[in-house]
C-alpha cells in the first residue's frame, strides 16, 4: 500500500479541518424558494416540548418529535441487504477487518480494531490485502498529508468479541473522502466481504459513491445512536487503566487550575453536548432512552470559519495556537466598558462580556486589534454561547452533569476551562462540566460496536 | 353621525386639491417649528441618547378650544319662544396635558438643543431625566445648553417603564411579524392584564427580563452576540461600516454559501430521512472547508441568521424556564428592520414550536425615553392616568424606515414623532365583556381586507372637503378658519395617503382609526366641534317634537308601541343631518322628517332581525338596569332615545344613558345630555322623577370617538354599571354596531341597533341602502 492512500487529491485542500460533524440543526428563515422549512420530523428541536412535564415518560410512537427513543439502532437506515449481512453476522463473528466509520461534516473519524491475538495459522490464512491494511494503518501515524492517527488516544489490551487487540482512532478530512473510497477500489477492499459500519451525515452522502466506486455496502448507522453507545462503551473500558471521564478544578485560575479525574459511576441522567461543526444536546436517561433537546449551528465549524475569514489562518491548530496568544477583550465590549464596573441592578460583574465583537463597532478599535486577539475573541464567543445554550437545556430538563464531548475541545483547553468555569458560575455551582479524553471519536466507536453488535 | 360615503356625502366633490406627490415626504419631514410643538409649555424633560439616536421626551399643556352648552337660565322668562336654542354654546380655552416624543439622529442634537433653549420659556424645571448609553457622553453639553441638570437614569429600569406604559395605554401596539404574508403586521387587541412578560432587548448585548409586576423585574439572562456582534463582526468581515449598511447587505445575500447545511452533510439524502436540507448545521461551516471567497453580502446574510437564531433560541430557552409565551423584542437590532423581526420571528416559532410568540412594539424606540420622563414625573402621578396616542401628531410605524419607504429622502434629517394626550378620566374595561381578553372593538379589520381598506380610504377622501367646509362654516367669526381648515385638509390628506401605502402606520386600520384620526386632526387646528350648531339646532327642533311625539306612542296598545319605540330608535339613525336638503325638510316640518324616516326603513324582516325574540322577552320580567349608549345630538336622542328610556322607566328598568366626554361630528355628548335631559325632564314626569330619584342616570363613556371601543371606558360607568347591576346593554348607530362591536360578546342580553347608510356596507352584508341590523342577543347559559 506504501504510498499513503490520502496523498493525491489532497494538496488542493490546504486547511486540515478539525471539527467533527455533528448535526446542528438550525432554521433559516424562508430559503431561495421562500418556501417555510419544516423542521426536522425525526430529530426535531425540543426546545420548547412541553414545558415540565418533558422528562416524565417516553412517548410510544417513535416518530414524535422530540420524544425519547427507546429503540437505539432501530433506525439505522440501512438497506435491507446489508441489514441481512449485519443478521447473519450475529451468529459468529464479522471477519476482518473490524472498522467503524463517523463521515462527520468537517472530519471523518475512524476506529480500526488491530487484533494482537492472531495466531500464526490465522496469519498464514490472512490474505494480502488484509494484512496490508492492518501494517500500513498501525506502522504509520500519519496518512497523506491530512490523515492522522492519535496514538496518544490508542486503547491497549482490549477485548472485543472474544479477540484480543489495540484499538486505534484515525480522523482525516472529508472532504478525502473520494481518495478514501478510491484507494479501497484500489486496494480491492470488496474481495475482504468486510462490511463497512458507518454513522455521520456522509454514511448517507457517500453511500452511493462506496457502492459505484468503491463497490462496498455501508451500513448506515443512526449518528445520535452511535455517539451515546460510544461514550457509554469507552467510558466503561477506560483510558488504558485511567480513567476516561474528567473535570476541571479552579478552572478560571492558571496556577490553581487542575484536570482531575472523574469516576461516572451515576452517568444518568447526562446532558451530552456534542461539539462538532455545529453542535448537538441530547438528554440521556439511561443506556437506550435518550432525546435531542436541541443544538445550535455556532459550533466548531463557526469558530474555525470565522478564524480563517479573519485571521486567515489555515488549520485548527493554528487558530487555537493564534487564541491563545490574543486578548479578547480588546476585542469584546464587557460589562465594566459601558458600566464602568459591575452592573449592580442586574448583578452582573464587570468582567463578563457584554457583547462579543462589540468593540469591533468602531474604526479607532478595529485598527487596534490583532489577528490573535479575534481569534480569542471568536473562541470565546462561541465557548461561551455554547455553555450558555447548555446551561439552559440542563435547568429545562432538571439534569446537573454535563458532558462535553466532540473534535471543537480536541487540543482546546481554553475552551473547556471557559466551559467549566461559565457553567460554575452561571449556575452558582449547580451544575458540573464533565470532558472526554476520546472527545470525537465516539460516534465511530459505536459503529464499530455496532457491527460487533456488542450492547 | 354623519358618516362618509353616506349617500349624501357623494356630493361633496372632488377632493384633496391640495394633495401632491411629496405629500408624504411633508409629514415626515417636518419643519423644525412643527418638531418641537408647544415648548413654550412645557413642563418637564427627559432623554434617551442611544447609539446613534436621541429621543427627547418632555410635557406639556396643549391649549386648545372647546365648544361649551350652558343651559340659558329661564327663570322668569317665557321659555317657549320659537326660534330661540335650546342652550347657549360657547367656546371656551381649556388647558390639557400631552407628551411629546420626538426622535432624531444624534448628529442633530446640538442644533436640537439650541432650538429648545430659544423657545423655553415658562419651565420650573431644574433637571433632565436622561437615560441610554449616549447620556453619559453627552451631559455636559445638555447641562450647558439647557441649563438644566442632567439625572442619569438606570438605562433598563426605564426601559421597562416605558414598555409597560405603552402595553397598558396605546390600543394595538405589539403586533407580531410574519414576512411573505398580507398583512406583515399583525397587532395585538390589549391584553387587560400585561403581565408577565418577557423582553428581550437585542442592544450592542442582549438583555433577558423577565418583567412581573409595574415595579417588579429581573433580569434573568443574556447574551453577549446581539447587535454589536452583527455590527463589530459583520464591519470586520465586510468592510462596511453602518448598521443599517450591514443589513442591506445581509438582504440581498445568501447564507447558503457561507453556512454549511445539513444536506451539505448527508447529500441528498436527507430528503428520505425527511430532515430538512436547508437547515443550517453550521454556521460559516463552508469559509472553514473551501478556499474561496465569500461575498459580503452572503457573509452578512449568515451573520445575521447565525445571530437571529441564536438569540431566539435563547429566548426560547429562558421562556420555557420561567412558564412565559409572550416575548416581545426590542433594541437598536430590530427597531424598524424588516430584516431582522423577521429571523428572529423566524427562529422564535422554529426553537418554540408554536409555542412561544415573538412580539414587536409600534413605539420601541420611545420605551427609554418614556420610562425616563416617567421616572422624573413619578409626583405626578402620570400612571393614574390613562393615555390616549394623537395620530395628528405621531407619526407612524416605519415612517422614516429606508427599507419600506425607499423612495422617501435618506433618513437622517427625518424627525419621528409620537404624542400622547392625557385623558381627563381613567380607562377601564366595560365590566360586562364576556371575555376582555379576546375583546376586539372593530369588526372589519382594514389591513387585513384590501378592498374594505380601498372603499374607505377612498370615502374618507371624497368627504374630505364637506368636512372642510363644515369647520370653516362652524367658525363664523374666525378669520382664520379657512387657512385652519385647509391646514386641516393637508393634514388629513397626508394621513390618508400615509396609510394607502402604509396600511399599519397606526396599529390595525379600521373605520374607527379613520374616524378617530380626522377627529385629531380637526382638533389640532382648532375646530374643537366644528358640529355644536348643528347639534344644537336639531336639538332645539327636536325637543319642540317630543311631547308630540309620546302622546303618539303612549296613544298606541302596548304591543304596536314597542315596535315603534324600535322604528323610533332606527328612525334617529336613518338621515345625514348634516345634509342639507334633510335638514331643510325637518326644519319646516319636524314630525313630517320623523316620519319620513321611519317610512325609509326597510320592512321586516330586518336584514338582522331578532325583534319577535326581544318582543317576547319584554313580555317577561323587567331588566334591573340597561346601558344605553347614545349615538347622535337631535331626532335620535331626543326622540328615539328618550321615549325608548321612558319605556323602560315605566317597566321597573333603571337607566344608565352614556354619551361621549367629547366631541365626535353630531354625536350626542355628555354635557348636551345633560341639558337635553333637563329639558325634557321639564315636559316629562316620568324622566323628571326618574332623574330626581336616580332611577336614570346620565354618564359619559370617556370617548370622543364617533365609534365605541369597550375595553376604554370611563371607569365612573364601570363602576356605576357594576353597583347598578345592569343587565341588558343598548348600543344604536352604525360606528357603535356596526364598525364596532357588531361581534361584541357580553355576559347580560344585548341590543344593537342600526341602520346601514352606506350601500357598499350594506351589500357586503347582504342588503340594500337603509337595511334594518336589530341583533337581540342573550348570552349562553
Request: proline share 4%; aromatic share 10%; net charge negative.
Amino acid at each position: 500500500m506504501g504510498a499513503g492512500w490520502l496523498a493525491a487529491p489532497m494538496e488542493r485542500h490546504g486547511r486540515a479541518a478539525a471539527t467533527s460533524a455533528s448535526s446542528a440543526w438550525e432554521p433559516v428563515p424562508g430559503g431561495p424558494d421562500g418556501r417555510r422549512r419544516e423542521p426536522l420530523r425525526r430529530r426535531a428541536n425540543s426546545a420548547s416540548a412541553p414545558a415540565v412535564g418533558a422528562s416524565a415518560s417516553a412517548s410510544a410512537s417513535p416518530s414524535a418529535e422530540g420524544v425519547r427513543r427507546d429503540r437505539p439502532g432501530s433506525y439505522s437506515g440501512a438497506t435491507s441487504a446489508s441489514r441481512q449481512r449485519v443478521e447473519s453476522l450475529r451468529k459468529k463473528r464479522p471477519l476482518f477487518p473490524w472498522f467503524g466509520l463517523d463521515i462527520g461534516g468537517t472530519l471523518v473519524k475512524l476506529v480500526y480494531f488491530e487484533p494482537k491475538d492472531i495466531t500464526a495459522e490465522e496469519e498464514e490464512e490472512e490474505v494480502e490485502s488484509l494484512k496490508s491494511i492492518r501494517k500500513y494503518l498501525t506502522s504509520n501515524v500519519a496518512y497523506g498529508s491530512t490523515g492522522i492517527r492519535d496514538v496518544h488516544l490508542e486503547l491497549k489490551d482490549l477485548t472485543l468479541c472474544g479477540r484480543k487487540g489495540n484499538l486505534h482512532f484515525i480522523r482525516f478530512p472529508t472532504h478525502d473522502m473520494p481518495a478514501f473510497i478510491q484507494m479501497g477500489r484500489d486496494k480491492n477492499f470488496s474481495s475482504l466481504h468486510t462490511v463497512f459500519c458507518a454513522t455521520g451525515g456522509g454514511a448517507y452522502k457517500f453511500e452511493q459513491d462506496f457502492l459505484t466506486i468503491g463497490d462496498l455496502q455501508l451500513c448506515k448507522l443512526d449518528e445520535l445512536d452511535c455517539l451515546i453507545k460510544g461514550i457509554l462503551y469507552i467510558d466503561s473500558v477506560g483510558f488504558n487503566g485511567r480513567s476516561q471521564c474528567y473535570y476541571f478544578e479552579n478552572p478560571a485560575d492558571s496556577e490553581k487550575c487542575q484536570k482531575l479525574p472523574f469516576d461516572l459511576k451515576n452517568p444518568y441522567p447526562l446532558l451530552l453536548v456534542n461539539i462538532g461543526s455545529g453542535v448537538s444536546i441530547l438528554a440521556v436517561y439511561s443506556k437506550d432512552n435518550y432525546k435531542r433537546v436541541t443544538g445550535t449551528s455556532l459550533g466548531g465549524g463557526t469558530f474555525f470559519g470565522l478564524c480563517c475569514l479573519l485571521t486567515g489562518c489555515t488549520t485548527f491548530e493554528e487558530a487555537l495556537e493564534m487564541a491563545s496568544r490574543g486578548d479578547s477583550t480588546k476585542v469584546d465590549k464587557l460589562v465594566r466598558d459601558i458600566y464602568g464596573g459591575d452592573y449592580e441592578r442586574f448583578g452582573l460583574p464587570g468582567w463578563a462580556v457584554a457583547s462579543s465583537f462589540g468593540n469591533m463597532m468602531s474604526k479607532e478599535k478595529r485598527e487596534a486589534v490583532s489577528k490573535e486577539d479575534l481569534a480569542r475573541a471568536t473562541l470565546i464567543t462561541i465557548t461561551n454561547n455554547i455553555g450558555s445554550i447548555a446551561r439552559m437545556c440542563a435547568l429545562n430538563e432538571n439534569i446537573n452533569q454535563v458532558v462535553f464531548v466532540g473534535n471543537f475541545l480536541r487540543i482546546n483547553t481554553i475552551a473547556m476551562r471557559l466551559l467549566a468555569y461559565a457553567l460554575d458560575y452561571w449556575s452558582k455551582g449547580q451544575l458540573k462540566a464533565l470532558f472526554s479524553e476520546h472527545e470525537g471519536y465516539f460516534g465511530a466507536v459505536g459503529a464499530l460496536l455496532e457491527l460487533l453488535k456488542i450492547p | 353621525m354623519s358618516w362618509p360615503g353616506t349617500f349624501k356625502m357623494a356630493e361633496c366633490g372632488a377632493s384633496g386639491s391640495g394633495s401632491s406627490g411629496d405629500s408624504l415626504d411633508k409629514s415626515i419631514t417636518l419643519p423644525p417649528d412643527e418638531i418641537f410643538r408647544n415648548l413654550e409649555n412645557a413642563k418637564r424633560f427627559a432623554i434617551d441618547i442611544g447609539g446613534s439616536l436621541t429621543k427627547l421626551a418632555y410635557y406639556s399643556t396643549v391649549q386648545h378650544k372647546v365648544a361649551k352648552v350652558r343651559s340659558f337660565d329661564y327663570s322668569g322668562k317665557d321659555t317657549e319662544q320659537d326660534h330661540e336654542p335650546p342652550y347657549e354654546i360657547s367656546v371656551q380655552e381649556e388647558v390639557t396635558a400631552r407628551l411629546h416624543f420626538v426622535k432624531f439622529e444624534n448628529t442633530y442634537i446640538e442644533a436640537c438643543l439650541d432650538f429648545i433653549k430659544d423657545h423655553l420659556v415658562n419651565t420650573e424645571t431644574k433637571v433632565i431625566q436622561a437615560t441610554g448609553g449616549g447620556a453619559y457622553k453627552f451631559k455636559d453639553l445638555i447641562e450647558e445648553k439647557l441649563q438644566l441638570k442632567v439625572d442619569k437614569e438606570d438605562v433598563m429600569t426605564c426601559l421597562i417603564k416605558g414598555c409597560n406604559f405603552v402595553l397598558k395605554n396605546i390600543p394595538h401596539e405589539a403586533f407580531v411579524y410574519q414576512k411573505d404574508s398580507d398583512p406583515e403586521f399583525r397587532f395585538q387587541t390589549n391584553h387587560p392584564n400585561i403581565f408577565p412578560y418577557l423582553l428581550v432587548n437585542i442592544g450592542s448585548g442582549v438583555s433577558i427580563v423577565k418583567v412581573e409586576t409595574e415595579d417588579r423585574f429581573e433580569w434573568i439572562g443574556g447574551s453577549s452576540i446581539g447587535g454589536g456582534t452583527f455590527w463589530g463582526l459583520g464591519a470586520l468581515l465586510t468592510k462596511t461600516k453602518k448598521f443599517d449598511e450591514l443589513l442591506q447587505l445581509a438582504s440581498r445575500g445568501q447564507h447558503t454559501n457561507v453556512d454549511m447545511l445539513v444536506q451539505d452533510i448527508y447529500g441528498g439524502a436527507h430528503e428520505t430521512l425527511g430532515l430538512s436540507g436547508n437547515l443550517i448545521a453550521s454556521s460559516f461551516g463552508k469559509s472553514a472547508t473551501a478556499d474561496q471567497e465569500f461575498s459580503k453580502e452572503d457573509m452578512a446574510k449568515s451573520l445575521l441568521h447565525m445571530i437571529s437564531n441564536d438569540i431566539g433560541q435563547l429566548a426560547c430557552l429562558y421562556a420555557r424556564l420561567h412558564c412565559l409565551d409572550r416575548v416581545y423584542f426590542g433594541g437598536f437590532f430590530i427597531r424598524g428592520h424588516p430584516v431582522t423581526m423577521r429571523t428572529i420571528t423566524y427562529s422564535i416559532n422554529f426553537f418554540s414550536k408554536g409555542e412561544v410568540q415573538a412580539l414587536f412594539l409600534r413605539h420601541e424606540g420611545y420605551l427609554g425615553a418614556i420610562g425616563a420622563f416617567l421616572k422624573g414625573a413619578e409626583q405626578d402621578n402620570p400612571n393614574q392616568y390613562s393615555w390616549g396616542e394623537n395620530y395628528a401628531g405621531s407619526s407612524g410605524l416605519m415612517s422614516s424606515s429606508p427599507e419600506l419607504c425607499p423612495t422617501q429622502r435618506a433618513r437622517s434629517g427625518t424627525f419621528d414623532l409620537l404624542e400622547m394626550d392625557r385623558l381627563e378620566r381613567p380607562l377601564v374595561n366595560l365590566p360586562l365583556l364576556l371575555d376582555p381578553s379576546s375583546y376586539v372593538p372593530d369588526t372589519v379589520d382594514l389591513t387585513d381586507d384590501a378592498l374594505a381598506r380601498k372603499y374607505w380610504l377612498t370615502c374618507f377622501e371624497e368627504a374630505l372637503d364637506g368636512v372642510v367646509k363644515r369647520a370653516v362654516a362652524s367658525q363664523p367669526g374666525s378669520v382664520d378658519a379657512a387657512e385652519r381648515a385647509e391646514k386641516f385638509r393637508q393634514k388629513y390628506w397626508n394621513k390618508l395617503q400615509t396609510l394607502r401605502h402604509q396600511p399599519f402606520a397606526y396599529g390595525t386600520l379600521t373605520v374607527r382609526s379613520l374616524l378617530d384620526t380626522r377627529e385629531h386632526c380637526l382638533n389640532e387646528f382648532n375646530f374643537p366641534d366644528p358640529y355644536s350648531k348643528v347639534k344644537q339646532k336639531d336639538n332645539g327642533v327636536a325637543l319642540k317634537c317630543f311631547q308630540r311625539v309620546v302622546s303618539a306612542l303612549d296613544a298606541l296598545d302596548w304591543e304596536e308601541r314597542q315596535l315603534a319605540l324600535v322604528k323610533g330608535l332606527l328612525a334617529g339613525n336613518v338621515f345625514d343631518w348634516g345634509a342639507k336638503a334633510v335638514s331643510d325638510v325637518l326644519e319646516s316640518d319636524p314630525q313630517f322628517g320623523f316620519e319620513e324616516a321611519k317610512k325609509k326603513l326597510q320592512e321586516r324582516p330586518w336584514l338582522v332581525d331578532s325583534y319577535s325574540k326581544w318582543l317576547q322577552r319584554l313580555k317577561g320580567p323587567p331588566h334591573k338596569c340597561a346601558l344605553i349608549f347614545a349615538d347622535n345630538s337631535g331626532v335620535d336622542v331626543i326622540l328615539g332615545v328618550f321615549p325608548f328610556v321612558r319605556e323602560l322607566l315605566s317597566r321597573g328598568t333603571e337607566v344608565i344613558l352614556a354619551c361621549n366626554s367629547g366631541p365626535a361630528l353630531n354625536d350626542v355628548t355628555y354635557s348636551e345630555s345633560l341639558i337635553v335631559a333637563e329639558r325634557i325632564a321639564a315636559m316629562d314626569p316620568v324622566i323628571h322623577s326618574a332623574l330626581r330619584e336616580e332611577r336614570l342616570l346620565l354618564v359619559q363613556t370617556g370617548s370622543s370617538s364617533p365609534c365605541l371601543d369597550l375595553s376604554r371606558l370611563d371607569k365612573g360607568l364601570a363602576v356605576l354599571v357594576r353597583e347598578r347591576g345592569a343587565d341588558l346593554v343598548v348600543i344604536e348607530g352604525m360606528g357603535r354596531a356596526v364598525h364596532t362591536n357588531y361581534h361584541a360578546a357580553l355576559c347580560c342580553e344585548s341590543l344593537k341597533l342600526a341602520v346601514i347608510k352606506n350601500s357598499w356596507l350594506a351589500e357586503r352584508l347582504g342588503g340594500q341602502l337603509f337595511s334594518v341590523i336589530f341583533k337581540y342577543e342573550v348570552p349562553a347559559e
